[in-house]
């Protein structure tokens, strides 16, 4: 059995800065409610014209993150690509990012497993890499959501808290002695499949069918969440699955030197901090900038932390979400 490891981070969003006050002008909400709730300042949403796609942005990152790892695009052997709004219902981003990057004919898997998707990628990519079979992995989560959400009073629930933007690893094999990925853990609950979805377009209900059932509605084809179930879930899921990583490789809490929670809600992130006694610097929060990025947020607060000087080699760095499914993860990695 090998060891990954990660050789380069990336993150890239859209220059478009959508503030809180932005938001008040197209539904009953306010700055102060959305940051007491979530944290959030301000988030980005790509602007029409402005050459962003879910894709587009996640080879954005991918460029910044082959850079790092000093690869070029014919280095890498697979594509993993998180996320829930894909530039088409099929075929998948990862085939987008082989061809934009002119890559060899390398496989390409997309990974949908909303926010947890970008640890679920981390970890099909890392079995790829133990087992011999590829050596370097290009993991890539992205998100466009500001296309899709309803920016009506109806939906403020949901709609103010999510931003767009992508993040990028690339994977490696990692030396003998060198550290690198130790493991990871991943869970899933169908019962609550509904609690936090979109319904429209699907083959379960096809659109025409839709349509005709809600001839004056829409709300099939945006999200629906449960707030504050998913919420309560989540809480109990992070420590849960952060705890199972310690677990497995004999550690505790207080050897994490840095702790890169999926950015859900600020609340949930602080809630989770209590919870393991970690101090402001070992956990990194960015959601007030950015807003919740999905399979996006954990690599672009990954690499804003790296970028910032706040992992080391040698670090103990502990990446977890919890996120529609209900799915969650968590992946620990020495630096
Ligand atoms: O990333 C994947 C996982 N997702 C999460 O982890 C999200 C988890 N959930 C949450 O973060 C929170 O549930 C939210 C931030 C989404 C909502 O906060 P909440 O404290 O659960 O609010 P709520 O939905 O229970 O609504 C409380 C009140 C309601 O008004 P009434 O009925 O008390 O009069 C809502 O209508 O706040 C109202 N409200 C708003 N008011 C102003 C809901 N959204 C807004 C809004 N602006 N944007």
Same mark, same amino acid.
């Given at each position: 059995?090998?060891?990954?490891?990660?050789?380069?981070?990336?993150?890239?969003?859209?220059?478009?800065?959508?503030?809180?006050?932005?938001?008040?002008?197209?539904?009953?909400?306010?700055?102060?409610?959305?940051?007491?709730?979530?944290?959030?300042?301000?988030?980005?949403?790509?602007?029409?014209?402005?050459?962003?796609?879910?894709?587009?942005?996640?080879?954005?990152?991918?460029?910044?993150?082959?850079?790092?790892?000093?690869?070029?695009?014919?280095?890498?052997?697979?594509?993993?690509?998180?996320?829930?709004?894909?530039?088409?219902?099929?075929?998948?981003?990862?085939?987008?990012?082989?061809?934009? !990057? /002119? =890559?060899? #004919?390398?496989?390409?898997?997309?990974?949908?497993?909303?926010?947890? %998707?970008?640890?679920? *990628?981390?970890? +099909?990519?890392?079995?790829?890499?133990?087992?011999?079979?590829?050596?370097?992995?290009?993991?890539?989560?992205?998100?466009?959501?500001?296309?899709? !959400? /309803? =920016?009506? #009073?109806?939906?403020?629930?949901?709609?103010?808290?999510?931003?767009? %933007?992508?993040?990028? *690893?690339?994977? +490696?094999?990692?030396?003998?002695?060198?550290?690198?990925?130790?493991?990871?853990?991943?869970?899933?609950?169908?019962?609550?499949?509904?609690?936090?979805?979109?319904?429209?377009?699907?083959?379960?209900?096809?659109?025409?069918?839709?349509?005709?059932?809600?001839?004056?509605?829409?709300?099939?084809?945006?999200?629906?969440?449960?707030?504050?179930?998913?919420?309560?879930?989540?809480?109990?899921?992070?420590?849960?699955?952060?705890?199972?990583?310690?677990?497995?490789?004999?550690?505790?809490?207080?050897?994490?030197?840095?702790?890169?929670?999926?950015?859900?809600?600020?609340?949930?992130?602080?809630?989770?901090?209590?919870?393991?006694?970690?101090?402001?610097?070992?956990?990194?929060?960015?959601?007030?900038?950015?807003?919740?990025?999905?399979?996006?947020?954990?690599?672009?607060?990954?690499?804003?932390?790296?970028?910032?000087?706040?992992?080391?080699?040698?670090?103990?760095?502990?990446?977890?979400?919890?996120?529609?499914?209900?799915?969650?993860?968590?992946?620990?990695?020495?630096?």
């Amino acid at each position: 059995m090998y060891t990954s490891k990660i050789a380069g981070l990336g993150a890239y969003v859209p220059e478009n800065i959508v503030t809180n006050d932005d938001l008040s002008k197209m539904m009953d909400t306010n700055d102060a409610w959305i940051q007491e709730r979530t944290g959030i300042k301000e988030r980005r949403h790509i602007k029409k014209g402005d050459g962003n796609s879910t894709a587009k942005m996640g080879v954005k990152a991918a460029k910044i993150a082959l850079e790092r790892a000093g690869l070029t695009p014919k280095d890498i052997d697979l594509i993993v690509f998180a996320t829930l709004s894909p530039d088409y219902y099929f075929p998948g981003c990862g085939v987008q990012v082989q061809e934009m !990057l /002119d =890559m060899r #004919t390398i496989p390409a898997l997309d990974v949908r497993n909303q926010c947890s %998707g970008f640890v679920y *990628a981390i970890s +099909t990519a890392d079995q790829f890499i133990k087992t011999g079979m590829y050596k370097n992995v290009l993991v890539i989560g992205s998100e466009n959501h500001s296309g899709g !959400l /309803d =920016m009506t #009073t109806r939906s403020r629930n949901v709609s103010v808290i999510f931003g767009d %933007g992508a993040g990028a *690893a690339v994977l +490696t094999k990692a030396a003998n002695d060198e550290g690198g990925i130790l493991s990871t853990h991943l869970h899933s609950e169908g019962e609550h499949a509904m609690e936090l979805s979109l319904e429209g377009p699907s083959t379960e209900r096809w659109v025409p069918e839709i349509i005709a059932e809600n001839p004056q509605e829409n709300i099939p084809y945006y999200p629906y969440m449960n707030g504050q179930f998913v919420f309560k879930n989540a809480v109990v899921r992070f420590a849960e699955v952060i705890n199972e990583g310690l677990e497995a490789n004999g550690l505790t809490a207080k050897d994490i030197n840095m702790l890169i929670p999926h950015q859900a809600n600020l609340r949930i992130s602080q809630f989770v901090q209590k919870q393991f006694r970690l101090s402001d610097d070992q956990v990194y929060n960015n959601i007030q900038k950015y807003g919740n990025t999905t399979a996006a947020s954990i690599p672009i607060a990954l690499t804003e932390a790296w970028e910032e000087g706040k992992i080391n080699k040698g670090d103990l760095v502990v990446l977890a979400a919890f996120g529609s499914g209900f799915t969650w993860g968590s992946a620990i990695i020495r630096w």
